[in-house]
């Protein structure tokens, strides 16, 4: 399961709606999230089922890219 989540709708209550790196749509909880009010586009680290603080976007980002870069190779 990846940590990085980006958010894809509003936080309705305790939950939101997010992506994670693998392009897998969810819902998390925001119980144990420490920061500020998610927004859409915002990068949250998540854990089984759990928002849990911020991410880092730049980084998130890059393991994005990696990610896509490692996909492009297997297909050739």
Partial sequence: MSRFHRVVGTA???RVAVRDLEGR??????LAYDGPPPK????????????LAPADAQEA???????RA???????
């Fill in 61 to 67: 980002e890059a393991v994005l890219s990696e990610l």
């Fill in 40 to 51: 859409v586009g915002d990068w949250l680290v998540a854990h089984s089922g759990f928002a």
């Fill in 12 to 14: 309705v209550g305790a």
């Fill in 25 to 30: 749509e969810q819902t998390v909880s925001l």
């Fill in 70 to 76: 490692l996909g492009a190779e297997e297909t050739r």
